[in-house]
């Protein structure tokens, strides 16, 4: 692969993702009250909309934009949670943290059974991964609604993103032990 090929749009916007996490990781997020914060993570946000629709239609999709479409999103998610975990200590109960925990562990079984069956990694882009993917970009969003409007928004918010996923996890889940051979 050659470098030209490699400097595609939707590369450059991939990796304004990453800078943008890398970016994060030293923007305060106090009070979901930071807007420097929002207007970084929102630019984050909408190259992850755009990267992949540009790939498609432009036949520039690669190996190495998968790869680095993998990486910016993994990143942006873990960076965004990090920053907004101690707010999520303090407006989360339990069971709440129980059905998350559900979530992530039907979500690693999906990881597993995959790598078992196919000896690689996938996560299929159903309706409901979409959706839950999305509910989980908007949690910063929905602590700004909680902190202005003080009426608990966030814990059913929680509650809603935690289901969902669930669900979602729980479909792929069946879909790879179902799969008889890797996707192309």
């Not at 909309?49 to 873990?78: C, E, H, N, P, Q």
């Not at 078992?116 to 999305?134: D, I, R």
């Not at 969003?141 to 909680?146: E, G, K, Q, S, T």
């Not at 993103?161 to 890797?182: C, G, M, P, Q, Y």
Request: net charge positive; glycine share 4%.
């Amino acid at each position: 692969m050659n470098k030209k090929s490699l400097i595609t749009v939707p590369n450059i916007l991939t990796s304004i993702r990453l800078i943008g996490a890398i970016a994060l990781i030293f923007i305060p997020f106090k009070d979901a009250t930071n807007i420097v914060f929002y207007i970084v993570y929102t630019v984050a946000g909408v190259t992850d909309l755009f990267d992949g629709m540009i790939a498609r239609r432009t036949g520039s999709v690669s190996k190495f934009g998968s790869i680095l479409d993998s990486i910016a999103d993994v990143s942006i998610y873990a960076v965004m949670i990090a920053r907004v975990f101690r707010t999520l200590i303090e407006k989360l109960v339990w069971w709440v943290w129980v059905l998350a925990g559900i979530a992530v562990a039907v979500r690693a079984a999906c990881y597993i059974v995959y790598y078992a069956k196919f000896k690689g990694f996938a996560s299929t882009h159903f309706f409901l991964n979409k959706a839950s993917g999305v509910s989980i970009f908007l949690i910063p969003y929905a602590l700004a609604v909680d902190h202005f409007v003080k009426n608990n928004f966030f814990v059913y918010y929680a509650l809603f993103i935690s289901v969902l996923a669930i669900a979602a996890a729980a479909i792929e889940l069946v879909s790879h032990i179902r799969r008889k051979e890797a996707p192309n």
